[in-house]
T-cell receptor
Framework: NAGVMQNPRHLVRRRGQEARLRCSPM?????VYWYRQLPEEGLKFMVY????????ESGMPKERFSAEFPKEGPSILRIQQVVRGDSAAYFC???????????FGPGTRLTVT | GNSVTQMEGPVTLSEEAFLTINCTYT??????LFWYVQYPGEGLQLLLK?????DKGSNKGFEATYRKETTSFHLEKGSVQVSDSAVYFC??????????FGTGTRLTIIP
């Protein structure tokens, strides 16, 4: 039973480019969460999605960031026009239900040059 | 709002030493409490958890007790190993979808 998959594991983008981060939840999980870990800091919640719905995006910057979790396929976190401050590790977690344990993926480390 | 305060690191100990990493929380109500561990270059793994007051979570020799009166969930291990070197995160969860994490404590064990 595969765990949460994230790709790519490492992503380098120049300022102004777009970054797309993908997350495939564990089999049977329909709840996905995105967290961001800035260097030497803890994880901060960004967004919570269920299939085709955004449930809570209170932690996501209002501009340049968007997330989706389509009926088919992985969840995507998109960052448009990246800036140096977007450099961080982005972790995805999934759960069976909203009150259930969240299982984390290995993360995508984004570097903006 | 809800928050978690963790003992600041880094913490460096010799092998077989006793470990305590402090964690206190602020929340309205009684959340579930977790300790996660992050090994170098990897994602977070759940280490242990407690869902109500006085519960003790334990795993791999680590323990933490949910103390409602002091709003604490300190992580302890009686004898650490080099393989315990990692970053440890305390977190709370209300079942309202998102985890709230502390800033993490980097632990290094010297042989």
């Amino acid at each position: 039973n595969a765990g949460v998959m994230q790709n790519p594991r490492h992503l380098v983008r120049r300022r102004g480019q777009e970054a797309r981060l993908r997350c495939s939840p564990m089999k049977g999980h329909s709840h996905v969460y995105w967290y961001r870990q800035l260097p030497e800091e803890g994880l901060k919640f960004m967004v919570y999605l269920q299939k085709e719905n955004i449930i809570d995006e209170s932690g996501m910057p209002k501009e340049r960031f968007s997330a989706e979790f389509p009926k088919e396929g992985p969840s995507i976190l998109r960052i448009q026009q990246v800036v140096r401050g977007d450099s961080a590790a982005y972790f995805c977690a999934s759960s069976l239900g909203p009150s259930d344990e969240q299982y984390f993926g290995p993360g995508t480390r984004l570097t903006v040059t | 709002g809800n928050s978690v305060t963790q003992m600041e690191g880094p913490v460096t100990l010799s092998e077989e030493a006793f470990l305590t990493i402090n964690c206190t929380y602020t929340a309205t109500g009684y959340p579930s409490l977790f300790w996660y561990v992050q090994y170098p270059g990897e994602g977070l793994q759940l280490l242990l958890k407690a869902t109500k007051a006085d519960d003790k979570g334990s795993n791999k020799g680590f323990e933490a007790t949910y103390r409602k009166e002091t709003t604490s969930f300190h992580l302890e291990k009686g004898s650490v190993q080099v393989s315990d070197s990692a970053v440890y995160f305390c977190a709370l969860f209300f079942g309202n979808e998102k985890l709230t994490f502390g800033t993490g404590t980097r632990l290094t064990i010297i042989p």
